[in-house]
Structure formats: C-alpha cells, structure tokens
C-alpha cells in the first residue's frame, strides 16, 4: 500500500475507532469513504483492523456500548462488505452473533480517546432525560471545555478547580488526567448524579476524599509530588449554598459546562457565582469558565444581561484548534471567561 493510502486508511480507522468508542450517531461515520476503500484487494484487511478498532477494542471489551448500538454498527459493516465483495467475512459475523446473544441494558458506557493515550471512560444512561435529570449523559459544551482545557494546561496544573454541574465527569476528569491539577472538586445536586458520579471517578482510577467538608489537610495545600490530584465530590445546591461553605472549598479556577438549559437555572449559577466572588476577601476571587452550547440565543443574552447586572466582567475565550472528541459540529457552542 503506498503512503498516502496507508495515512488515508489510518485516519479512517482513528475516525470509526473514536466514534464507536463514544457511542456516536451511525451518521456520523465516514460510510462514503469505507466504501471507496473496501473496492480495493485489501478491503477484508481494513474490515478486520476496524472490528480491532471497535467492537473488540480492549475499552469496549471491559466497557461495552449500548447492545442495540453494537448490533446497529456491525449490521451496517456488514451491509458494505456484502455490498462490495461476494465471500462472507466470517469475523463479522461472529461479532454479530456474540452481541445478538448479549443483555439489553438500560445504561452503557462512552470513551473518549485523549492524546496522552489514556482515555476517559464513563457510565451513561441511555436516556437524555432520566429520573428528572439531564445530568446522566455527557452534553457537547463539556467535550467542548475539556478541548479548551487540553489545550491551555497551564490555567489548571497546580491548582484547586471547583467543577460546578458536573454530571457524567467528562471534563473533570480529562483535566485531572492531562492537566495536573492540585485538587479537583466535582459538584451536582442530584443524588443520582452524584452516585454516577463517584462511580465514574473511581472507573477512571482515582480514589475518592471522604468528605469535601472534612478533607486531611486544606485543599489549597501545595503537594507537588503527588501524582494524581485530590479529588473530592460535593453535593451543591446553587440555591442554597452559602458563601463559607464555598469558600471551604477554597477553589483557584471554577468551570461549567452545558448549565445554561432554562432562565430558572441560569439565574441559580449567577448567584452561585456572586457567593464565590464574596467567598475570598483576602484574596484574588477565581476565575470562572462557563461553556454552553448556544441553543437559544435570548438565553444567552440573558445570561450576558444578569451577568452585567451583578457586576461579574466577562469576555468570549476565542475558539480552540484542536478536535480531539467526536460531536455534532453543526453545533455552535461558546466559552465565556468570567471575572468573579
């Protein structure tokens, strides 16, 4: 194969490899330019490097997708093999019969691939809303953020970051895998969300502080030979979180993502944000980064309105190079940098 074929089939299999592992829509596959490779001899080859790359990927070996997905995927494998070559690929089929034979389940689990080579992987619910919440599922505007934060490491390393709505952990925990934080507080309200939470913290291998209200030593204390950050997960109700129990918590830098979804809300993280503007009167108030994905543009004006009222500075962060996880890209999404 010649080197241009062999990058073009490279980057065909990291597109399939990263989409599967995320669970993401079977649109979103590059189908067009499979099929274009699979007329050429090596077409079985390349067939079988993606089974490698997806369904027996050692993530989704230990952490499987969605069943129906899994079916879905590999019906769809095997549509374009069919249609291209007329000797049955019997390794697909194989895959096919294991994952007709396995359990439907009401939750799965996403990973998302991060260029240490170390990955994120999470428990989701299947549900975009479940039990009341949205947040059991991984919504853009946090792929978005943990893009960002990827990509400017030197905001978080050595520093205590307050997540505000954490749901499923994803960007929490890409940044406490890539960008060395000193500590790392996930926060929600939603018992639910908290008990996926934990669980997908502890999935990722870091052990969890028994309570963020009674930590061994400050947050803020400076250990830098630590090798994972200490991470701790607080139940916060914005509305009736008070100033001394966010200063508790002592954070340098606050994030959240995909929390602006009603005006109810909205009005809930400002006056979140104004407490922690007030929780460190001797000394410099963190700076906050709040990404969303615009989806009503009177909601964001909104946001940008109550914002100015209570006197908190914003700016837009420009948008970021690097398209590390696979989303919807029709999407417009922004990241607001706040000055509490």
């Known amino acids: 194969m010649a080197p241009e074929e062999t990058a073009d089939a490279a980057r065909l299999l990291w597109s399939f490899e990263r989409r ?106 299947l549900a975009i809303i479940s039990h009341g919440t949205t947040g059991l599922v991984t919504w853009n505007a946090a792929l978005y953020l943990a893009e960002w934060a990827l990509e400017h490491p030197a905001a978080f390393a050595h520093r205590t970051v307050l997540e505000l709505g954490s749901g499923a952990g994803l960007t929490g925990l890409a940044i406490c ?75 340098d830098i606050v994030i959240a993502a995909d929390v602006l979804y009603c005006p109810e809300t909205l009005l809930s993280l400002v006056g979140v944000l104004q407490k922690l503007s007030a929780c460190r009167k001797d000394q410099r108030a963190p700076d906050a980064y709040v990404a969303f994905t615009v989806r009503n543009p009177e909601t964001y004006q909104l946001f940008i309105t109550e914002l100015d009222q209570a006197g908190i500075l914003w700016e837009v962060v420009p948008g970021h190079d690097q398209k590390l996880f696979p989303y919807e890209e029709c999407s417009e999404m922004t990241i607001l940098k706040l000055t509490l």
């Open 177 to 251: 895998k890539t960008c060395r934080p000193r500590a790392f507080v996930f926060s929600d309200c939603h018992s639910l969300v908290l008990e996926q939470l934990r669980g997908n913290i502890l999935l990722n291998g870091f052990s969890l502080e028994p309570s963020v209200s009674t930590p061994s030593e400050p947050p803020g204390h400076d250990t830098p030979q630590a090798e994972s950050p200490r991470v701790t997960v607080a139940r916060l109700d914005w509305d009736v979180v008070t100033v001394p129990q966010l200063a508790a918590l002592q954070p």
């Open 20 to 125: 599967f592992l995320a669970a993401r829509a079977l649109r979103s596959f590059p189908w067009q330019s499979l099929e274009e490779k699979l007329r050429d001899s090596s077409g079985s080859e390349l067939l079988l490097d993606i089974l490698q790359k997806t369904v027996h990927h050692p993530l989704c070996m230990r952490h499987p997708p969605p069943v129906k997905y899994a079916r879905s995927f590999l019906s769809e494998l095997i549509r374009k093999h069919e249609a291209v070559h007329t000797e049955p690929l019997d390794e697909l089929y194989e895959a096919l019969a294991k994952v007709l034979t396995a359990e439907e389940s009401t939750r799965c689990h996403r990973s998302y691939l991060l260029p240490s080579g170390d990955a994120v992987t999470l428990a989701e619910s």
